[in-house]
């Protein structure tokens, strides 16, 4: 008679294991659904919310001509030794990558909250503040790149 309700009892786990998959699965395919609705719309706004604007390219520009600004004042001043701006821009340029890896991870992480399901972390929702998270990631790629190239131009300028 105990075995019958051992059985009995993991035949029930198991059943409740199905069902909370089950449940999981319609969850999952309910939100893949209302991204549906309207798939035109969402994807024209989702594009246009992770489109760089004129003004990100400037804010590039500006930020990156701040960051190598302030490495030069600090090269020069703190540590009295030009040389030692390449390494502060390098810095710099480590920095924004790091910050890049970060907001990518943030939004795989948006992501994979939203669907409720960590397998789908690299698929998008299609929302704007998904569009806005990318554009912000573009953005901080941008400037690690120009602070890279300058770091390259200015190590080669140094060591010739």
Same mark, same amino acid.
């Given at each position: 008679m105990r075995d019958k309700n051992k059985t009995s009892n993991f035949k029930k786990l198991k059943d409740l294991h199905e069902q909370e998959k089950f449940a999981h699965k319609?969850? @999952?395919?309910?939100?893949?659904? !209302?991204?549906? %609705? $309207?798939?035109? *719309?969402t994807q024209t706004r989702y594009m246009d919310a992770k489109k760089l604007?004129?003004?990100?390219?400037?804010?590039?520009?500006i930020l990156s001509f701040a960051l190598i600004g302030l490495s030069f004042i600090l090269g020069? /001043? #703190?540590? %009295?030794?030009? !040389?030692k701006t390449e390494w502060i821009i390098t810095a710099f340029a480590l920095i924004s990558l790091l910050a890049f890896l970060i907001t990518n991870w943030i939004k795989?992480? %948006?992501? #994979?909250?939203?669907?409720?399901?960590?397998?789908? =972390?690299?698929?998008?929702?299609?929302? !704007? $503040? !998904? *569009? /806005?998270?990318? =554009?912000?990631? %573009? @953005?901080?790629?941008? @400037?690690?790149?120009?602070?890279?190239?300058?770091?390259?131009i200015l190590a080669i300028t140094l060591w010739v």
């Open positions: 319609q969850q @999952i395919q309910d939100k893949v659904n !209302e991204i549906s %609705k $309207d798939p035109i *719309g604007k004129w003004y990100d390219y400037l804010i590039v520009l020069i /001043f #703190a540590l %009295k030794s030009i !040389e795989n992480r %948006k992501v #994979a909250n939203y669907y409720n399901d960590i397998t789908r =972390r690299y698929q998008t929702t299609l929302s !704007e $503040d !998904e *569009g /806005f998270i990318r =554009r912000l990631s %573009k @953005i901080i790629l941008l @400037i690690c790149l120009v602070l890279s190239i300058t770091s390259i």
